[in-house]
C-alpha cells in the first residue's frame, strides 16, 4: 500500500499515454481514472437540507453508472445534542437528479410502538419495544447460543421462532426507518410499458397538485411514490403527500388527491382493493415487478443489518459497495458487466475435512463439472488458494469462515484477483467496526484485490441450510442459456432455506452484478 501511495503521489493528473500502452502503462492509466474519481468528496451538510449534494463535476461522473441501475446511498445522522436519529437517502440514477430524501427514524419507531398492541401477541411484543438495533443484536445473541442446543425439537422450535422474528424485524425495518419514502430504494422496472406507465401517473398527479393548491410537485418524488404504492399504508400515502403538497391533512383537496392517487395506482398493478391502514409485510403485487438492480451504499452504523431482504427488496436483485467512489472507479474502468467463464473455477470444498455433510452434496457434482479444478477434504496452499483467485474466474469456498488461515487478507490485497468468489462460511461477509474508523472485513479484501463480486454471509449460518442456498443459487446461475444476474439468483434462493430469514438473510452480494458468459 505504502508503494501504491508513492506511486499515485508521483502521477500527474494532466498524464496522457499514447496509443502504444504496455500492459503496466494500461493499468497505470487505470490507476489515473482512478484517482481523479477518488478526489471527490460526497456533499452533504449537517442540516441534512434536499439540496444537491453533489458538485456539477460530480453530476458528470456520476453518468458513467449504466442507466438500468440504482444507486442508494443510506447514512444515519444525529444532530449535535440531539437524541433523533435521521437516515439520509439519497438515490442516483444516470440522466436524472440526485433523489434526496431525510427520514426521522426515531419517531418512526415510537409509532411501531404505539400501533403494536393490537397487531402482535406473545415473545413478537418485545420487539415493538425495541429499537430495530436492539432487536437484531438479541436475534444475533440467541441464534449463537441456539447452536450449542442438542435436543432437536427444542432446536427447531427455538431456531424456527428466530427465524419468524427475522422476518417481523426485517417488516419493522421496512416500515419505521423507511415510512413513506420506501419506494427509494426499489430498482427501476424491466418492463418499459410498466416503466412508462409510472413517469405518466407521476406527471398526471403532479397536474392534479398544481391544479388543487398551485405548487409544483417534485415529479421523481411522486414516481418514487406511485412505484411503492402497494408498500404503503394509508397512513403513510397520506403524510406523503402532505410533505410534498403542504396541505392541511384535514382538506378537502388532499382527499380528493389521495384518491386520484388511489385510482391511477390502483390500475397500475391491477389491485383494486382499498389499501390497509397499516403497512404490509409481505404479498404485495408490487413483488411480481421485475426490476433492475439495486446497489446499496450503507453508512457504517447501518451494514450490518440485512437490508436486502426486507419485504420489498426480498425478490429483487441487490448488491452492496463500500463506497461510491469506489463504485465510479470500477464501472469507469471496464467497459461491461463482469462475465463470468464457468469453465475456468476452481473449488475449495470442505478444507478444514470436517463439514462431511457438505461434501457429500457437492463432491461429485464438482468433480464431474467440465474444466473445474479444486480440492476436497483437505487444506489448501497458498499458492493454490492465490491461484483460485488471480487465474480462474469463479472461486467456490465451501469451509468455515473466511479461509483467513489459508491466505490473510494482506495477502489478498496484493493480488489482481479476476474471480467472483463464493465465500460461504461463517460470517465471512461480516464487516467490523471500531470507533471512527470505517468498517473492516475480508470480503472487503476481496474488492480491493479487484473481485469483481463476492457472496458472503452477514453473520453465522448452519451448514445445511446454507447448502441449500448455495445448491440453488449455483444450479440457477450455471443453467446454460438462463442469462440471470448473479444478485438475480441469489435473491431467488433464498427460498430454498428452511428458516428463509434467519439463513436465507444472511448472503449478501459485495461487488457488481455478474453474468454467466454465453
Known sequence: MTQLAEDLSCLSLESTLSASLTAEAHKLAQLVKTRNIMKFILHINGSGQSSSPFSPEEISLLQNIPKEWTVCTLQTFTPPGSQVRELIICRIRAGFDPVLVKINTTSGEEQNKENASDEVVMDLTKLFQCSVMEEFSDIMSDSVKSMGINNTSEWWALRTSLDVRMKTLLAKLESSWLGRWK???????????????????????????????????????????????????????????????????????????????????????????????????????????????????????????????????????????????????????????????????????????NLPNTQKMFQKWFESEHGWHGITGKAPTQQQFSSALTDHELFIYFGHGTGREFLQGDDIQRLDCQAVTLLMGCSSGKLTVGGECEPRGMALNYLLAGCPAIVANLWDVTDKDIDRFSESLLKQWLQPNAQLSLPQVLSQSRQACKLKYLIGASPVLYGLPAYIKE
Open 183 to 353: 419506494g427509494v430504494v426499489l430498482g427501476q422496472p424491466v418492463n418499459k410499458d410498466y416503466c412508462d406507465s409510472t413517469v405518466s401517473i407521476a406527471r398526471q398527479l403532479e397536474e392534479k397538485i398544481m391544479h388543487l393548491c398551485e405548487c409544483k410537485a417534485d415529479e421523481q418524488l411522486l414516481e418514487v411514490l406511485v412505484s411503492s404504492s402497494p408498500h404503503l399504508s394509508q397512513k403513510q400515502a397520506t403524510e406523503a403527500f402532505v410533505e410534498i403538497t403542504g396541505l392541511d391533512p384535514t382538506a378537502s383537496s388532499l382527499n380528493e388527491l389521495l384518491d386520484e392517487f388511489e385510482e391511477l395506482t390502483g390500475n397500475l398493478f391491477q389491485n383494486g382493493n382499498k389499501k390497509s391502514s397499516n403497512s404490509r409485510i409481505d404479498d404485495s403485487p408490487a413483488k411480481a415487478v421485475s426490476r433492475h438492480p439495486v446497489i446499496l451504499i450503507l453508512g457504517k452504523d447501518i451494514q450490518h443489518l440485512p437490508w436486502e431482504s426486507i419485504p420489498m427488496l426480498f425478490d429483487q436483485p441487490v448488491t452492496r459497495v463500500p463506497s461510491l467512489q469506489f463504485l465510479l472507479s470500477k464501472v469507469s474502468c471496464q467497459s461491461q458487466f463482469p462475465q463470468v467463464d464457468p469453465v475456468k473455477t476452481f473449488y475449495a470444498l470442505n478444507p478444514q475435512n
